[in-house]
């Protein structure tokens, strides 16, 4: 089956300093991959959609400057969290889309605490 | 506007049946999803329903209600690791954008 990888899996950084997400579809092409952020206890947000070769679609309310997202090949996007602060911290998780209209694989998610 | 409802909290006990409730009303429709979700983990796939009626798969099924705007996911001889999220979703039309309800915490207890 399609798999979705994410890198790193956790990370713990300083308030005011830049993170950045990796999420590669490893298997397959992709070419729309969606941005999720999930608050404890809650669902998933769409922040985002990233297509390949284009400037990526931002959900209202999303800051396009704050969450920067490339997606420079059909296998890799990267979603950077710049100057981030505590109320960044949540759980951001990527997915790759399929062939069949809605079919998504999701990547494991990446833990972002920010002190 | 998009709107997904799914009952916040469940709970059954272990080898019985349990059915989670998703209504929506959303401006496109695709199809539904239910996910599972383990606390701290990603969702992984359980179904997908494009038409009316019930798909099963093991002992989890899921039934859809295009006109009521309704589905639900039916899971049966419940055991301890089914306690998770569930996450009703929609894929909408005109692209491959998916919404999430809230999420049903289930709770199985012995």
């Known amino acids: 089956g399609a798999v979705v990888s994410q890198h790193p899996s956790r990370v713990i950084c300083k308030s005011g300093t830049s993170v950045k997400i990796e999420c590669r579809s490893l298997d397959f092409q992709a070419t729309t991959m969606f941005w999720y952020r999930q608050f404890p206890k809650q669902s998933l947000m769409l922040m985002a959609t990233?297509?390949?070769?284009?400037?990526?679609?931002?959900e209202q309310g999303v800051e396009k400057d704050k969450f920067l997202i490339n997606h420079a090949s059909l296998t890799l996007s990267t979603l950077t969290v710049t100057s981030a602060h505590p109320e960044d911290s949540s759980f951001y998780i990527c997915?790759?889309?399929?062939?069949?209209?809605?079919?998504?694989?999701f990547g494991p998610g990446t833990r972002l605490t920010v002190l | 506007g998009q709107n997904i409802d799914q009952p916040t909290e469940m709970t059954a006990t272990e080898g019985a049946i349990v059915q989670i409730n998703c209504t929506y009303q959303?401006?496109?429709?695709?199809?539904l999803f239910w996910y599972q979700q383990h606390a701290g983990e990603a969702p992984t796939f359980l179904s997908y329903n494009v038409l009316d009626g019930l798909e099963e798969k093991g002992r989890f099924s899921s039934f859809l209600s295009r006109s009521k705007g309704y589905s639900y996911l039916l899971l049966k001889e419940l055991q301890m690791k089914d306690s998770a999220s569930y996450l009703c979703a929609v894929s909408l039309t005109g692209g491959f954008k998916t919404i999430f309800g809230a999420g049903t915490r289930l709770f199985v207890k012995a």
């Open positions: 997915s790759a889309s399929g062939t069949s209209p809605g079919e998504q694989f």
């Open positions: 990233s297509n390949e070769g284009s400037k990526a679609t931002y």
């Open positions: 959303t401006s496109g429709f695709n199809g």
